[in-house]
């Protein structure tokens, strides 16, 4: 209606509560979209109170998918721009994107300051102050400061804010109850959110961020009451649910909650699905920069190859490993060991460093199997990704889709209706990512930067192929191999 009115604020308002709830109905493509006319609107009022905002959704799905070093800049943009426009708000989706941020990455000790910052944002009523030490005291219960915690909660406080119907502190309120073992609550809570189990938790519009979803809060629940099948049951839910809205960071955390439930019990089954777990967990933390989810992931894994009576991590010795290519497949020669590996991209990015221990590669040598010079590798970007032509054709396609829209929806043609939506959303998403905000060209990324996560990945595959053979040598490639820019095996 705002639209139709032509009332951009009310429209920008209206755009992104939708988001917000696209989010926590897992409609991640409507949310999507909502940005981008969030991004069209803010270009269109040309002011920072209002420019930050999208800026803020782009962080928030940088921070939901795990791209942490993109997200980082997105964050210290959305306080700048902010403070431009005077816009408080600004501030507190700031404090609160910075705190996830640090929280992934397991930097605790530097939320405090931003917690205690948070307190400016609230006015001193109840509502106010309960709503501020139930998010505080999250955050002090996974970072460990368990005192702290506990001076958070306040149980009639709780109880109040439950009443309101806010799922946004869901999760969060889950999380302190179960660290005071306050059993009625957690029994009250464990009744109430399966009404929301098919959601994620957001932050919802004072904070824009995901939290995770409702199930994993039933999990904790779960875990706390005693009820073991059910609490399986909401992990194996969570785990898929930040999987396929591809939550990585959450999907890690998830992943080591549930490898540690599984690891105190006695039955072979569960230690080999917590082994698989905490490989899981330990595997995103890595790949996504997550330093205190990889130190806890790598001890839990030790420990439960130990208990399983896997063979210790033998020590390196320079010189020992070899990988010779033998017909479609690899053989692979570590001490008094052999083992052949299927021939793929990961395992030949493998066998070039271990064939020059020391040496530095490009990324770009390693993914184009050529031994080019260093020096004459092109470290730039490939340009804008969309020209002005592709983009002017692009738009004109958009315009005459529209009309095309429109009469398929006067003649009731639902199949055509729905033809003509998916090539627009198709076209929707590549002029979104070729334009950022006011209209810039974005730049494709650097081929180097692609190719820098492609030989990431693939080479952590080949090291995990190596694991189900030899956990020692998996070991020993986790230590010596070292992937960015340039890559190099340093036995």
């Given at each position: 209606?705002?639209?139709?009115?032509?009332?951009?604020?009310?429209?920008?308002?209206?755009?992104?509560?939708?988001?917000?709830?696209?989010?926590?109905?897992?409609?991640?493509?409507?949310?999507?979209?909502?940005?981008?006319?969030?991004?069209?609107?803010t270009e269109e009022l040309n002011h920072p109170a209002y420019a930050w905002r999208p800026v803020a959704m782009h962080a928030l799905r940088a921070l939901w998918e795990g791209?942490?070093?993109?997200?980082?800049?997105?964050?210290?943009?959305?306080?700048?721009?902010?403070?431009?426009?005077?816009?408080?708000?600004?501030?507190?989706?700031?404090?609160?994107?910075?705190?996830?941020?640090?929280?992934?990455?397991?930097?605790?000790?530097?939320?405090?300051?931003?917690?205690?910052?948070?307190?400016?944002?609230?006015?001193?009523?109840?509502?106010?102050?309960?709503?501020?030490?139930?998010?505080?005291?999250?955050?002090?219960?996974?970072?460990?400061?368990?005192?702290?915690?506990?001076?958070?909660?306040?149980?009639?406080?709780?109880?109040?804010?439950?009443?309101?119907?806010?799922?946004?502190?869901?999760?969060?309120?889950?999380?302190?109850?179960?660290?005071?073992?306050d059993r009625d609550l957690a029994e009250r809570l464990h009744r109430r959110l399966p009404v929301t189990r098919e959601h994620l938790v957001t932050g919802g519009m004072l904070?824009?961020?995901?939290?995770?979803?409702?199930?994993?809060g039933l999990a904790w629940l779960a875990r706390f009451l005693g009820r073991d099948d059910e609490t399986d049951e909401h992990y194996e839910h969570a785990l898929e649910v930040a999987r396929r809205t591809r939550g990585?960071?959450?999907?890690?955390?998830?992943?080591?909650?549930?490898?540690?439930?599984?690891?105190?019990?006695?039955?072979?089954?569960?230690q080999s699905r917590a082994l698989e777990l905490a490989r899981s967990a330990r595997d995103i933390a890595e790949e996504i920069g997550m330093r205190g989810l990889k130190s806890k992931a790598d001890a839990l894994c030790e420990a439960l190859r130990r208990d399983a009576g896997e063979p210790a991590p033998l020590a390196a010795e320079a010189g020992t490993l070899t990988m010779s290519r033998t017909g479609d497949s690899w053989l692979v020669r570590y001490g008094n060991v052999e083992f052949h590996l299927k021939d793929v991209r990961g395992v030949r990015m493998l066998a070039r460093l271990v064939a020059e221990p020391g040496r530095e590669l490009h990324v770009l040598d390693l993914s184009t199997g050529q031994k080019a010079p260093v020096g004459t590798v092109d470290r730039g970007d490939s340009g804008a990704a969309l020209d002005?032509?592709?983009?002017?054709?692009?738009?004109?396609?958009?315009?005459?889709?529209?009309?095309?829209?429109?009469?398929?929806?006067?003649?009731?043609?639902?199949?055509?209706?729905?033809?003509?939506?998916?090539?627009?959303?198709?076209i929707a998403r590549e002029l979104s990512q070729a334009v950022g905000l006011g209209g810039r060209d974005r730049r494709s990324g650097s081929a180097a930067e692609r190719a820098r996560v492609n030989v990431q990945r693939r080479i952590r595959d080949a090291i995990r192929r190596i694991e189900s053979y030899h956990p020692g040598l998996a070991k020993h490639l986790d230590r010596s191999i070292r992937t960015g820019a340039f890559c190099a095996y340093e036995p």
């Open positions: 209606l705002a639209e139709e009115l032509g009332n951009p604020v009310e429209a920008l308002r209206g755009n992104l509560r939708s988001i917000m709830d696209f989010l926590a109905l897992e409609r991640l493509d409507d949310a999507y979209r909502s940005m981008r006319a969030c991004e069209r609107i791209h942490l070093d993109e997200a980082e800049p997105l964050i210290a943009e959305v306080r700048a721009i902010g403070e431009r426009g005077a816009d408080v708000n600004a501030r507190a989706v700031y404090t609160m994107q910075k705190v996830r941020l640090l929280h992934y990455r397991g930097d605790f000790d530097a939320q405090l300051p931003l917690l205690t910052d948070l307190e400016g944002h609230w006015n001193d009523s109840d509502i106010a102050r309960t709503t501020l030490n139930v998010i505080a005291g999250a955050e002090h219960v996974d970072a460990g400061r368990d005192a702290k915690a506990l001076r958070c909660f306040d149980r009639e406080s709780v109880l109040r804010l439950l009443r309101l119907g806010d799922h946004t502190l869901q999760l969060a309120i889950a999380k302190l109850c179960v660290a005071v073992e904070y824009m961020t995901i939290e995770g979803p409702t199930s994993w990585r960071p959450v999907e890690g955390l998830i992943a080591l909650e549930h490898a540690e439930q599984l690891s105190g019990r006695s039955d072979s089954e569960a002005d032509e592709a983009k002017r054709q692009y738009r004109a396609r958009v315009l005459e889709l529209r009309a095309e829209l429109d009469e398929a929806e006067r003649w009731n043609d639902t199949a055509r209706a729905d033809a003509v939506r998916k090539e627009i959303d198709f």
